[in-house]
């Protein structure tokens, strides 16, 4: 394989940087450049800005990331947001067609942390659980009585922080680990068929929040895939 594409390979697996971003950075170096810009100064015109004030300016922008729609402008998630973490989010889900209406599979969803708690794996989210107690971090149980979450509703640890009817539901991550992230349920009317889809994001704080990443990959990869199926299941049972 060539060097580069090891290289991108690399740097997408130990940082938080983008394939494409990574990509194009590394084709990048196989380019001189001279110190003497004046010739591309005068072919592009621009506003120059110090080394400094672009890296406030950065950093300022960043802020923003958690302070949107993506987090439901959450006040609880823009508090926990740190500088050091990930600015792009690592993300792991599995999507499934299924001929069940947005308006079964939307009910279904909302069923999560009930009667079917989280619909798959549920022995890997209770083992997950008793990791935190056992390093001291309790974990609130239970969810609203209701048919339908709304936005701030708790169910366990999660915190309901999105609620678009027939199309998302997200929640913001509560456990303990290094990194802020949420899970969303996206759901869409491809017209012949809906999906469903079940996908975590994560913006891990340093390395030890990617090789928190890197060992749960496994586990979420498995818990989405089966997630995705048995909401659609569940969903067709009671379109039927």
Aim: aromatic residues 12%; proline residues 5%.
């Amino acid at each position: 394989l060539p060097t580069r594409w090891i290289s991108v390979w690399f740097l997408n697996v130990i940082t938080s940087v983008p394939p494409t971003t990574a990509r194009a950075l590394i084709q990048g170096l196989k380019h001189d450049l001279l110190a003497d810009d004046t010739a591309l100064r005068a072919l592009i015109p621009q506003r120059l800005i110090a080394f400094d004030d672009a890296v406030r300016s950065t950093l300022k922008e960043e802020e923003k990331l958690v302070n949107s729609s993506d987090w439901g402008y959450d006040a609880q998630a823009f508090a926990r947001w740190r500088p050091e973490y990930g600015y792009f989010a690592k993300q792991a889900g599995f999507t499934v067609k299924t001929s069940a209406s947005l308006a079964a599979l939307w009910q279904v969803v909302n069923q999560i942390g009930g009667k079917e708690r989280y619909f798959f794996g549920n022995i890997l989210w209770q083992t997950r659980a008793l990791m935190d107690r056992a390093i001291g971090h309790k974990l609130a149980k239970g969810r609203p009585e209701r048919e339908y979450l709304q936005t701030g509703d708790a169910v366990d640890s999660w915190k309901v922080i999105v609620v678009e009817p027939e199309k998302q539901l997200t929640l913001l991550f509560g456990m303990k680990a290094p990194g802020l992230g949420r899970l969303c349920f996206s759901l869409e009317d491809k017209g012949d068929y809906r999906t469903i889809d079940v996908r975590a994001f994560w913006h891990p704080h340093g390395m030890p929040g990617l090789f928190y990443w890197l060992l749960m990959i496994p586990a979420h990869l498995f818990i989405f895939r089966g997630m995705a199926k048995q909401i659609a299941r569940l969903a067709e049972q009671s379109t039927d």
